[in-house]
């Protein structure tokens, strides 16, 4: 099955940096990857999710890249600010079969003002 | 749109209990929705895919006749936590995905359930 490793388990940026949190994938059939953010106690919010037949997406302050040959995808997030720290998880999934998806580990991230 | 309601937000209960947790797809139709398990500072796994009209797909290492799910119609699903031991403490969220032109659907998160058995 598939398997998602998701890279670095916490990551602390100045406000006004840039974050990259980086992931990569097992299985070639997966062609789904959506990333969540998620506040303490509260529901995962989709962020931004990207397939495998587009290379690269952005929206605003976030992107995501996808590289199918080497099985990994990355979000960046610019010019972050205080309401970015959570904790973010990037998936992978099968959009046009079982649909499920499956986790990555998660980023604690914190924004330091 | 695309609001998934998740109920009760909190429970406490006694070991033994049964608990049911309900996840509703407020202004879309869902054939598919989605039972996670989230321990604290972990990631989500999934338990289980409920099929609406079928029986749930459930991921190695679930019991089946420990968490009942029942996907009865398409704007609601059931999990039923079964006998409740405070190992099965954790944090429940279901998800689900609008049936309309669902290969373009991400999945919507209900806001979870927190069990707590004593």
């Known amino acids: ?113 | 749109g695309a609001v998934v309601s998740q109920h009760p937000s909190w429970v406490i209960c006694k070991s033994g209990t049964s608990v049911k947790i309900e996840c509703r797809s407020l202004d879309f139709q869902a054939t598919t929705m989605f039972w996670y398990r989230q321990f604290p500072k972990q990631s989500l796994m999934l338990m289980a895919t409920s099929n609406e009209g079928s029986k749930a797909t459930y991921e190695q290492g679930v019991e089946k006749d420990k968490f009942l799910i029942n996907h009865a119609s398409l704007t609601l699903s059931t999990l039923t936590v079964t006998s409740a031991h405070p190992e099965d403490s954790s944090f429940y969220i279901c998800s689900a995905r609008d049936r309309t032109n669902h290969l373009n659907q991400p999945q919507h998160f209900g806001d979870g359930t927190r069990l707590s058995i004593l």
């Open chain 1, 1 to 113: 099955g598939e398997n998602v490793e998701q890279h670095p388990s916490t990551l602390s940026v100045q406000e006004g940096d840039s974050a990259v949190i980086k992931c990569t994938y097992s299985d070639s059939a997966s062609n789904y990857f959506p990333w969540y953010k998620q506040e303490l106690g509260k529901r995962p919010q989709l962020i931004i999710d990207i397939r495998s037949n587009v290379g690269e997406k952005k929206d605003q302050r976030i992107a995501v890249t996808l590289n199918k040959t080497a099985k990994h995808f990355s979000l960046h997030i610019t010019e972050t600010q205080p309401e970015d720290s959570a904790v973010y998880f990037c998936a992978a999934g099968d959009h046009q079969g079982a649909q499920k998806l499956v986790f990555g580990q998660g980023t604690r991230l914190t924004i330091n003002p």
